[in-house]
């Protein structure tokens, strides 16, 4: 099936330590939610945005919506251990058609935070 | 907790056998979302329910298939169970799911999942 563009795939950083990832696609999107995933558990929703070039925060984390209605991003800062789990970007397409309300995710960015 | 469950949390069966999951949404979402999760394909979108109808379609197999009852929950249905089957299946709801409203009442919001194992 159709996947975002995610990366790094991977990171291994130091406790402290900022972190930077990205989503982009071919296709323009509605919405692009950023969710966090725990071994065995459900992704979890950190942050959503709708509308282009929208800037949104929860605590220490930061995400944008691209202009282009086709990539998003998402800063980590100043990373703690229990930052450590695996980061999906999710975009949700326009209205109409019949695949509204579906999300396609992004492979994921696992993250490793080294005290 | 996302306020949305699942049952079981875990499912071991044999290959051809016929399993049901279970997702109850958020009290007052009107919309559910099952998605599967496996190492090679991510989490893919299987298919949508809104208020008791069917929405919107994904990668669904024709030996799958779902319902959502009038109490809004809603059952996944896996049959002829095939080895690549095994994953992690996710129920997600949100309050509208793209019918209207503002955006935050398209937000999905994940049950703990299903793992299932087929031998």
Redesign the interface.
Known sequence: ?Q?LNQSPQSMFIQEGEDVSMNCTSSSIFN?W?W?KQDP??????LI?L?KAGELTSNGRLTAQFGTTRKDSFLNISASIPSDVGIY?C?G?PS?GG???????????TILTVHP | D?G?TQTPKHLITATGQRVTLRCSPRSGDL?V?W?QQSLD?????LI?Y?NGEE?????ILERFSAQQFPDLHSELNLSSLELGDSALY?C?S?VV??VGGQ??Y????????T?LTVL
């Open positions: 099936g996947q919405t939610l969710y065995g558990e459900g992704p979890v929703l959503a709708y999906f999710a949700q209205a019949t695949s509204y309300g579906k999300l396609t995710f992004g492979q994921g | 996302s949305v919309s979302y998605y394909q991510g989490l893919q979108f949508q809104y929405r919107a379609k994904g990668n996710f997600a949100s799911g793209g955006g935050s398209n937000e999905q919001f994940f049950g703990p999942g793992r």
